[in-house]
């Protein structure tokens, strides 16, 4: 399915090795990077999520595409390239339900910073900063986790994890080329 702006792929999931690596840095800011995140931001549509690393759909690459709300309920859509995480040095820690693309169908308590910003550069490489407040906060932190080779369910218990992901394993999946979208 082409959209106007991408093309969905699949989506990765737990277990591929892609995401539990370190992403490769991107140094070429040309159409192909154009057309991965615009194929990044309609298989984050086609799953109906609201955050996406590269390698979610199998892409070894620091990139992650975001159309999140912050704590007031406004969107921030950014594509961020070569992201570097920022916490405050006081962390007030808020634990929330949290889910992934990747492992499909689960979701669990998970303690994330209140506040983050993210510094990279944008499509054209153009430096850009963002502060995020709330769900947007936890995207940025999970998103450059992503990135740096780990799912949320890394960070959980051994036993809730391998829980989570047997319980995943189970699920159809999400996004482009599968039967049924979380």
């Known amino acids: 399915m082409q959209t106007s702006t991408g093309t969905p792929r699949p989506i990765t999931r737990y277990g591929t090795p892609v995401l539990h690596r370190r992403c490769a840095e991107v140094t070429d800011f040309d159409d192909a990077l154009a057309h991965l995140v ?18 979610q759909i199998g892409v070894d690459a620091r990139i992650f595409v975001v159309d999140c709300p912050d704590a007031t309920g406004a969107h921030t859509v950014a594509t961020v390239v070569n992201p570097i995480l920022h916490l405050p040095e006081h962390r007030d820690l808020v634990t929330d339900t949290e ?84």
């Open 99 to 182: 889910g992934c693309l990747s492992v499909p169908g689960q979701h669990a308590e998970l303690a994330r910073c209140a506040t983050a910003t993210v510094t990279g550069y944008d499509v054209h490489g153009h430096e850009i900063r963002l502060d995020g407040t709330g769900t947007l906060a936890r995207c940025f932190q999970h998103e450059v986790d992503h990135l740096d080779g780990l799912t949320y369910v890394d960070r959980l218990p051994t036993k809730l994890r391998k829980r989570i992901l047997a319980a995943s394993a189970e699920h159809p999946g999400v996004g482009a080329g599968t039967d049924q979208d979380d």
């Open 38 to 55: 615009a194929d990044m931001f309609a298989s984050m549509y086609a799953a109906h999520g609201v955050g996406l690393a590269a390698n």
